[in-house]
């Protein structure tokens, strides 16, 4: 896997808006999707992924949804980008063993990057993205024209 796909940045904002939910109540799939201007199917496939990772559950019934399986600032955004992408690479060569490997002369600097990124990741829960948007929304200037 190379760099985050739309699959993992969506599954990080799905995670991140039941993160910041008011309610108690499982969030449905439409919920989510209106919420996030997205395809209830394509939430639904994402959350598929998510669960089978234990990283949120699926509640039956009439108050049925999701909900995270775990508090936020126990999910990592590694986690997230795990269960939706699998390995995180700046470049596919990293992945396997290239023949050229021992005398290419970038590979140092890519595998660098490939650790400070799974760094980031690893380090970057869920809760603090969650604040950050919050606080973001908090100090966005309104503009009224006349």
Not at 71 to 77: F, H, R, V, W, Y
Request: aromatic residues 4%.
């Amino acid at each position: 896997m190379m760099l985050p796909s739309t699959r993992g940045r969506y599954a990080a904002r799905i995670m991140v808006n039941l993160a910041s939910r008011d309610s108690p109540c499982p969030a449905t799939k439409h919920e989510i999707a209106n919420s996030e201007d997205m395809s209830a199917d394509y939430v639904e496939q994402i959350m598929m992924r998510l669960k089978a990772a234990n990283l949120v559950r699926s509640h039956r019934g009439r108050n049925g949804g999701f909900s995270l399986a775990r508090p936020p600032d126990a999910i990592t955004l590694a986690d997230v980008l795990q269960a939706t992408e699998g390995r995180i690479s700046p470049i596919p060569c990293l992945a396997y063993k290239c023949s050229r490997a021992p005398n290419c002369p970038t590979r140092p600097i890519w595998k660098r990057a490939a650790e400070a990124l799974e760094e980031l990741f690893e380090e970057t829960t869920i809760a603090q993205i969650a604040k950050d948007a919050a606080l973001c929304r908090a100090t966005e200037v309104l503009a009224y024209e006349i």
